[in-house]
């Protein structure tokens, strides 16, 4: 059992899953919709708060996040999009059994029919979620927030990773609007008060609404 599953997510969304000494995995997801229903991949649901976040415990790692049958977020590594999407489709209900009136003759009952479902997609979706573009010079900034836990520095839609290495005493991070990266920012955290530390030089002291301060570097993305 693996004891981190990251989901990759669409349209800003992530999440991560981390197994507990108890067994149970520790959930967190973030860049949902605000105050949305989801369904998970071990058939419960959750619902996200006001920033379209949720934290919590799942008894297993989850394989996927949905919305009204659309995943959001998947494990890569144990399923592919497609099959997720079928998995996600919601159940169709089994009629009630109807009383069949006596009749003279035998009443010949149909024989039941398999489901036949269709065969896999290789191509994307109709419906599937825009993916999101990254411009040129951010191959880096790009992998490190798809392999390092995401921390939470300033509001959605900003994303942050701690850099490794670094104790996660420094972060860079990036901003999604309509499906571009838009902004991108090195974080560090600020020590010693308003002092600028050597080599920040163009940074700008940052109280963030997590009550945290960093001396951050700002910059927009041609």
């Not at 992530?14 to 949902?32: D, I, M, P, Q, R």
């Not at 071990?42 to 995943?71: K, M």
């Not at 010079?137 to 509001?155: F, H, S, Y």
């Not at 991108?184 to 009550?211: E, N, S």
């Amino acid at each position: 059992m693996r004891g981190y599953v990251a989901l990759s997510g669409r349209e800003g969304a992530f999440g991560w899953s981390k197994e507990t000494t108890a067994g149970a995995f520790l959930t967190a997801l973030g860049g949902l919709g605000r105050q949305e229903t989801y369904t998970l991949s071990d058939g419960g649901s959750i619902t996200t708060d006001d920033r379209g976040n949720w934290q919590g415990i799942r008894p297993e790692a989850l394989r996927f996040v949905a919305c009204c049958g659309r995943v959001i977020l998947c494990d890569e590594n144990q399923l592919s999009w497609e099959e997720a999407a079928l998995l996600a489709q919601p159940k169709a209900e089994k009629p009630m059994p109807q009383q069949v009136q006596p009749a003279e003759k035998p009443v010949r009952v149909p024989e039941k029919q398999s489901i036949v479902y269709r065969a896999r997609l290789h191509d994307a979706p109709v419906d599937a979620l825009p993916a999101v573009h990254w411009p040129r010079g951010c191959e880096k900034l790009r992998a490190m927030l798809a392999q390092e836990k995401p921390v939470r520095v300033l509001p959605f839609p900003w994303r942050f990773a701690a850099v490794p290495g670094t104790n996660a005493q420094q972060l860079a991070g990036c901003l999604l609007e309509n499906g571009c990266i838009t902004k991108t920012a090195f974080a560090v955290r600020a020590k010693g008060g308003l002092l600028q530390p050597k080599g920040l030089h163009g940074y700008d002291y940052v109280r963030t609404d997590t009550g945290e301060n960093y001396w951050m570097l700002i910059q927009n993305v041609k």
